[in-house]
């Protein structure tokens, strides 16, 4: 690669980013995890080893933009490192705050990537290092090794020669746009052929145009398939950021908590990942604020002083579940109760509202001090909000003095979903199958009233049947009897929706909502079907929450 | 200026300038800036808004009602594979909603870089006014929620309500 001075801002730049800041991330996480290790009285000389490598990257990479800052400050870390490795008893705690301070400073410098930053913050950060590593006289002759290793690569340039190409994820967007057309076009075609099929018989032509109709849905399946490969990324993207982030809350609010986890190889799309960091981001910080306990508290109640916070990811059934657990006190489930009274929840019988329907209320939150990490305003209804609009579920389970976990499950993609098409008052609407359990023809004697709400038995149970009219205000006053409705389950909730008709199973390309609709309930967005007419894809989850009310 | 944008403006602008032309022809002259207008028609009244801002006028057959949608809105339409949001200009400027007709159209305007679409009842002509033709709406009929009138050019025996779109639009923002 060559520098192009003359177009610093460019492309090589976003590569520089693109290439460095997970590099910088894993270094700054590493150093969490030393000091972690250091206390625990580990010397961790492997993860030590594993440092110089990827400063050394970041270092060189930076040097070729003209960054300098951010060279310094890889550099200053690679010297402290190189340090480090040769003298253990210099392993201490002031020594990796320092390097925790440092790797903070490295990820921010490299995800500006400007040459215009203030030089003052490394620059001072640098001195700083340098004081540190005279306090017991650093051997002067491998830094400079060091640097002379620094000028090769410096002016040699990329030396991976791997198959890897990097692609800008707007391209990836693009290549699904298009591919969305295909599919469409496909169902229109497959539409045609039905009609005239129907017009004109059986023949050989057609035969072989439905073979050709068959023949492009499997090709344009392992397009999709491919596509979607392409577009995964592993969870330990999102994973990466929250060591450093837990260090820094947990000593903010006085507390020790280590991190742990498991199945960050997960594949998740780029595009459900952006939207799942900030949710996620939150659990954790509020198991660290609220979840738990300070050191005294946990080893009175006979627990280790230091917590444990767990991230999980697993994939089951097609989708991602992740789950966020603490080991803290638990959730206040009478407190909770208390102030989803205030908040006017009908609260007739704790049997019947179980504790996972309140806790995702707006405007609850039993915190008696407001933190200013997990502060008021957001919310566990905004992180549920935020998952139910990536189709996702939110749980909850809790133990008083145990801890609290928090159970997401998550669609592995959301730009193409299987859903079923229905229609109710003369409009169509796409259902996600993931949340489709079964659709059941609806005899005439198979809905009773109680209280006003319509109920059937499914499989042993009563479940509530609401009018999909009424939940879409889209009900006219003299229609037929509706013919059919569909039972949907999500988060441990059930509850069916009466349709006028089932007209069929498509992969559906999502599209958006244009800002101009408002935030309806009940649509999470919209989509272009067969016939080129425009549906509407319902919020599953949100109608079997707000069902309570809408039915 | 996109490419594409062009395209679809270039005849639109070449309609503008026969009409123009045909309209210098009849007066011997027009002085002075003009405004460049596309006209569309709501009820009996004629409305116009600035040529710059209107990207292509279309017919459609469907338009999806989006429940719990906004009252002005009226759905979502499919505009070469992309969802456009269609406004239901009239009962945003309070007249009630009236059913499609084969002369219903939908404008299709970007304004402040978002792209929607305003159905109207039929879509009249692109023409050229005199900006010394405009006067300001009278008083009494405007008030403070009715921030979206230009004002009213006076041209040729007709009257042209002009139209601030951001603001009939955009208005809470």
């Known amino acids: 690669m060559s520098v192009g001075d003359e177009n610093p801002f460019g492309e090589l730049l976003q590569d520089y980013v693109l290439e460095c800041l997970p590099l910088a991330e894993q270094v700054a996480d590493t150093f969490v995890e030393l000091e972690r290790r250091w206390r625990a009285g580990d010397p961790a000389d492997e993860l030590l080893g594993s440092l110089p490598g990827r400063l050394h990257t970041v270092k060189g990479n930076s040097a070729m933009m003209g960054l300098t800052p951010a060279q310094e400050t890889a550099h200053a870390l690679e010297d402290a490192c190189g340090l480090l490795r040769r003298s253990s008893e210099r392993r201490t705690d002031p020594a990796a705050a320092l390097l925790i301070t440092g790797g903070g400073l490295l990820v921010d410098l490299v995800r500006q990537a400007s040459p215009e930053l203030d030089p003052g913050p490394a620059a001072r950060y640098v001195e700083r290092v340098r004081q540190w590593m005279q306090g017991e006289g650093p051997p002067a002759a491998d830094t400079q090794s060091e640097r002379r290793r620094t000028d090769r690569r410096g002016g040699g340039g990329a030396d991976k020669t791997d198959s890897v190409v990097r692609v800008d994820f707007r391209r990836l967007d693009a290549l699904l746009e298009v591919l969305g057309e295909g599919l469409i076009q496909h169902s229109a075609l497959a539409e045609a052929y039905r009609r005239l099929a129907r017009r004109s018989g059986a023949c050989e032509e057609l035969d072989r145009l439905d073979q050709t109709i068959l023949a492009l849905e499997k090709t344009l399946k392992r397009l999709e398939s491919t596509l979607m490969e392409t577009r995964l990324l592993p969870i330990a993207s999102v994973f990466g950021r929250f060591p450093r982030m837990l260090r820094d809350t947990a000593e903010a609010e006085g507390k020790r908590v280590r991190l742990l986890q498991s199945g960050g190889e997960t594949p998740l799309d780029k595009a459900v990942l952006d939207r799942l960091s900030e949710p996620l981001l939150h659990l954790v910080t509020n198991a660290i604020v609220h979840g738990m306990e300070p050191p005294d508290a946990r080893s009175l109640a006979g627990k280790p002083e230091e917590g444990t916070i767990r991230l999980d990811a697993a994939p089951h059934a097609g989708r991602v579940v992740i789950r966020v657990a603490d080991d803290g006190r638990g959730l206040d489930e009478k407190a909770i109760r208390k102030k989803a009274e205030a908040l006017g929840q009908e609260l007739r019988d704790d049997e019947v509202v179980p504790l996972r329907s309140l806790i995702f209320l707006p405007g609850l939150s039993t915190a008696e001090q407001v933190s200013r990490l997990a502060g008021r305003g957001v919310g566990l209804d905004v992180v549920a909000g935020a998952i139910h609009a990536l189709g996702g579920t939110i749980d909850v389970e809790t133990e008083p003095g145990k801890g609290t976990a928090f159970t997401l499950s998550l669609p592995v993609t959301l730009a193409i979903i299987r859903s079923l098409i229905v229609e109710i008052d003369h409009e169509r609407f796409a259902l996600p199958m993931a949340h489709v359990a079964e659709t059941v023809r609806a005899e005439p004697d198979a809905i009773r009233e109680i209280n006003h709400r319509g109920v059937a038995q499914w499989r042993g149970d009563l479940i509530h049947v609401a009018d999909g009219g009424a939940v879409l205000g889209t009900a006219a006053a003299d229609r037929a009897p509706r013919r059919f409705y569909v039972v949907m389950a999500a988060g441990g909730k059930r509850q069916a929706l009466l349709v006028d008709r089932l007209v069929g199973h498509q992969d559906i390309v999502v599209k958006g909502l244009d800002p101009a609709l408002g935030r309806p309930d009940v649509v999470s967005g919209t989509t272009i079907l067969g016939d080129g007419r425009v549906a509407c894809i319902l919020d599953s989850v949100r109608i079997l929450e707000g069902g309570r009310r809408a039915g | ?173």
Not at chain 2, 24 to 42: C, N
């Open chain 2, 1 to 173: 200026m996109p490419v594409e944008e062009r395209q679809i403006r270039a005849p639109l602008l070449g309609f503008a300038d026969a009409m123009e032309a045909r309209a210098v022809a009849d007066t011997a002259s027009a002085p002075g800036p003009e405004l460049h207008l596309l006209t569309f028609v709501l009820e009996r009244e004629e409305f116009g808004v600035p040529v710059t801002q209107v990207r292509e006028v279309i017919r459609v057959s469907d338009i999806t009602r989006v429940p719990q949608a906004p009252a002005h809105v009226r759905g979502v339409a499919n505009l070469r594979g992309r969802i456009l949001a269609v406004v239901e200009l009239r009962s945003r400027l309070g007249l009630p909603p009236a059913d499609l007709t084969p002369r219903s159209r939908v404008v299709v305007v970007e304004v402040r870089g978002r792209v929607l679409g305003l159905l109207v009842d039929a879509v009249r002509q692109v023409t050229k006014v005199p900006e010394a033709s405009v006067v300001p709406a009278p008083e009494e009929v405007i008030s403070a929620d009715v921030d979206y009138l230009r004002g009213v050019a006076r041209w040729q025996s007709r009257l042209i309500i002009l139209l601030d779109l951001e603001k009939a639009l955009l208005p809470t923002e």
